[in-house]
């Protein structure tokens, strides 16, 4: 393709409402336009980079022997009512009505319609197992729309859902996905992580989550450091390990202080010349149903993941002033476990270790001191319900955690009967018995993709696309257009890349040699051809790699075999 012809506009500042490194350069390099909040137009540039990666997701979905297929976007709410989400999902679900004032959304996911088909269709186990997928765009409103692609409203994803006999063969199609996602992304040459992830409030149902590792990822993941040891978990998910055993020193007497205007767990600390670890921390909150209090240790964080799967409830929020007035009989800051009567207490395992603690006394300006939990207070429940930071022991191996930003560009998840139960989708087995579906369903955002891909691969000067996923391979460029020996040369250049199956583009516009250069930058392309007078009378032209700056003055005839070589060391294979 000829730059000139093409749909590449190139920005010479970045539009100041883009936050992260991705957004601003695909803005910059011309490969999307905003239409609305979190809705993009992918120009051609970036559509070549979708096309690419959803070539490598079909071909690793097709090994495992996944059969693409196409649902439909509208989807009618008759099949969210019965698998009950039509209430349940939110503001997040694009509604809308049809002329006749029935109720369709626009699909966030399909495991309403696939397990309408599928039940519809698939009668005996001789069928099973069965993985369908999809690429398409998907809709989700958002609450905050942001970072360019990373959170749109509109956004292409690859859903793929498994169907099995049983558990074993779920758990047998889930390692199938698992296998193909790592596929997928290291043939997107992304440095990634599959992480052990949150399942929700249904609880003890496996899923990972594909994480590339970025600053600007939105997730917080924590990883082992061993070497041997394999443990990854998002934060919201990671297991903490008890620290130690339980202090064995005499209990004393409750007592009660005077400690004005100790409000938070620091000001208690420095009043007292303790350590927070010495310390109980006391949050209230409430659900649907109740006001509940949560204990964890002072120097510990409260995970609201673990807590809310905890709790049998479907809204967790911390408690406001009033409520807190109410239950406590004090203002916010001395909420304590002692004598607090009518809220269920969940309590951090590690809270139970603890002995002669400090912690509020639900009195203003007071607080209690050699408090012991089991004497003083008696948790309803006692379970891990705290943050684990970096610094902590591995629950694998007991070597020290440390932890990473990660922007999630998968999640593999065993549904089990969830959806099959709930609309009644069975089969008929060896014995003519129905028994239901047991599914998975499997996902990647495409679009994300792309934008996590920029966020690993790039510099002051522009993307710097992996070979893969490149748009193009390689620009070739005439230093001086009006040089029309130079001009006819990088034509012909270009011309045999083109007919060898590089993937070339031919900057032929009349600019200078620096604006060309720099939108190659920009852009990002793995290669650049550089054809100037002092080569050619050599002989030669200038091969650069975008990667690492560094240039090769190459023959006229060995132009395509250079640039053929140069990419597979990049890590194309398929030239
Ligand atoms: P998140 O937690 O980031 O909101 P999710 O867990 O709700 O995502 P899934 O339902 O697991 O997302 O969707 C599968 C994949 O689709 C995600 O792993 C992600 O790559 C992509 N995806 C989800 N939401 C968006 C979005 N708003 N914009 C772009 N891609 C998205
Ligand atoms: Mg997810």
Same mark, same amino acid.
């Given at each position: 393709m000829k730059v000139s012809e @093409?749909?590449?506009?190139?920005?010479?500042e970045i539009p /100041? =409402?883009?936050?992260?490194i991705s957004h601003q350069l695909l803005l910059k390099a011309g490969f999307i336009r905003k239409a609305a909040a979190g809705v993009y137009n992918l120009l051609p540039l970036a559509w070549r980079v979708v096309r690419k990666i959803e070539q490598i997701i079909r071909e690793e979905m097709d090994r495992q022997g996944g059969q693409e297929l196409m649902m439909p976007i509208v989807q009618p709410a008759e099949l969210w009512r019965e698998s009950g989400r039509w209430d349940v999902y939110g503001p997040e679900l694009f509604r809308l009505k049809d002329r006749h004032g029935r109720d369709f959304c626009l699909g966030p996911t399909h495991e309403e319609i696939i397990t309408t088909l599928v039940k519809g269709d698939i009668n005996s186990?001789?069928?099973?197992p069965l993985l369908l997928y999809q690429i398409q765009n998907k809709y989700r409103d958002e609450r905050r729309p942001r970072f360019g692609l990373l959170r749109g409203r509109e956004f292409i994803m690859k859903d793929l859902y498994s169907f099995d006999y049983d558990q074993a063969g779920l758990d047998a199609s889930y390692n199938k996905m698992y296998e193909a996602y790592n596929n997928v992304f290291s043939r997107c040459a992304l440095d990634f992580r599959p992480v052990v992830a949150d399942s929700g409030a249904i609880g003890g149902k496996d899923t990972h989550e594909f994480m590339v590792l970025a600053?600007? *990822?939105e997730a917080t993941i924590v990883y082992c450091e061993g070497n041997d040891c394999s443990y990854a978990a998002n934060e919201e998910r990671a297991e903490a390990v008890m620290s130690g055993e339980k202090e064995v020193a005499p209990l004393l007497e409750l007592k009660k202080i005077h400690t004005p205007d100790c409000r938070t767990i620091a000001d208690l600390a420095a009043f007292l010349k303790?350590?927070? =670890?010495r310390i109980i921390k006391t949050i209230l909150y409430t659900t649907e149903k109740e006001t509940i209090a949560a204990l964890v240790r002072g120097d510990r964080e409260i995970n609201e993941i673990k807590l809310y799967n905890t709790l049998d409830c479907v809204r967790l929020d911390m408690a406001n002033p009033n409520t807190i007035l109410a239950v #406590? *009989?004090?203002? #916010? *800051?001395?909420? *304590?476990?002692?004598?607090?009567?009518?809220v269920r207490m969940v309590v951090?395992? =590690?809270? @139970?270790?603890?002995?002669n603690a400090v912690c509020g006394a639900?009195? /203003?300006?007071q607080h209690l001191v050699n408090v012991n939990p089991g004497r003083d207070f008696e948790p309803d429940i006692v379970t891990d319900i705290r943050l684990v930071k970096s610094g902590e022991p591995c629950p694998n191996c007991g070597n020290k955690l440390l932890e990473a930003r990660g922007i999630e560009v998968g999640q593999v998840f065993k549904l089990g009967d969830k959806y099959s139960k709930a609309m009644n989708a069975t089969f008929l087995d060896e014995n003519g018995q129905a028994r239901l579906f047991i599914m998975g369903c499997y996902g990647i955002g495409v679009t994300r993709t792309m934008a996590a891909a920029v966020e690993q691969n790039h510099d002051e000067r522009g993307i710097i696309w $992996?070979?893969?996923?490149? $748009?193009?391979?390689v620009a070739v460029l005439p230093v001086?257009?009006?040089d029309e020996h130079q001009f006819a040369m990088a034509a012909s250049i270009y011309r045999q890349l083109v007919d060898a199956g590089v993937e070339a583009v031919f900057d032929?516009?009349? =600019?200078?040699a620096g604006v060309k250069f720099k939108d190659a930058d920009l852009v990002g392309y793995p290669l650049r051809i550089t054809v100037g007078a002092k080569g050619l009378a050599g002989g030669q032209v200038e091969l650069t790699t975008r990667q690492n700056g560094e240039m090769k003055m190459i023959p006229l005839d060995g132009v395509v075999d250079a640039v053929k070589s140069n990419l597979r060391r990049l890590g194309h294979t398929r030239l």
């Open positions: @093409m749909l590449v506009p190139t920005l010479r /100041a =409402e883009a936050e992260v186990y001789k069928q099973l600053d600007s *990822g303790i350590t927070p =670890e #406590t *009989g004090a203002q #916010t *800051g001395f909420a *304590g476990p002692v004598k607090l009567k009518s951090d395992s =590690e809270v @139970m270790a603890m002995v639900n009195e /203003a300006d $992996p070979p893969q996923i490149a $748009p193009y391979h001086n257009h009006k032929d516009r009349p =600019e200078r």
